[in-house]
């Protein structure tokens, strides 16, 4: 396994935790990467995964509610919210990170952690997002000349 799935396997399990825990995000996160040994470039992406996250949650969450047909947020397994949170902030933010490769790590990683739908749920979704942003971007914004 590469180390960018290992990452995105941790920050997978840390929000997972911190959304089940109360507790101050920095101790959690401190906590997490000692329990799970994490280090290196491995700890590196997951910290910028999980903090990017944190700080555009509403954005990241916005989006997401905007292409769940027929589903909020609120309904869905907190594991397949989380992965679909980890892929929409990399398919905003981490520039470095070809959509395809986002969706299809994502997509690997609902087999392993998910329910036998959530593949295919997470797919959907993401494939939505990928458009959503794409029309946004293709969009020019007032005020702008192109």
């Known amino acids: 396994m590469g180390r960018r799935r290992s990452s995105r396997e941790l920050a997978l399990k840390f929000l997972y935790q911190s959304e089940l ?6 101790e959690q996160m401190q906590a997490f990467t000692e329990r799970s040994a994490c280090q290196g470039e ?3 992406y997951m910290t910028e995964l ?3 996250i944190s700080i555009h949650k509403s954005v990241i969450d916005g989006l997401l509610e905007r292409c769940c047909e027929n589903w909020t947020l609120s309904r869905m397994s907190v594991i397949d919210r989380n992965i679909l949170r980890i892929a929409t ?3 905003m933010f981490q520039k470095d990170v070809p959509p395809k490769v986002a969706i299809d790590e994502a997509v690997e990683i609902a087999k392993k952690f998910g329910s036998d739908d959530s593949p295919d749920f997470i797919n ?3 494939d939505r997002v990928k458009k959503e942003l794409e029309k946004e971007l293709a969009e020019p914004t007032p005020g702008k000349s192109i």
Request: with cysteine.
């Open 21 to 26: 825990n109360q507790g101050e995000f920095e």
């Open 42 to 44: 491995v700890k590196k």
């Open 50 to 52: 999980v903090d990017s």
């Open 89 to 91: 902030c990399e398919l």
């Open 124 to 126: 959907g979704v993401l």
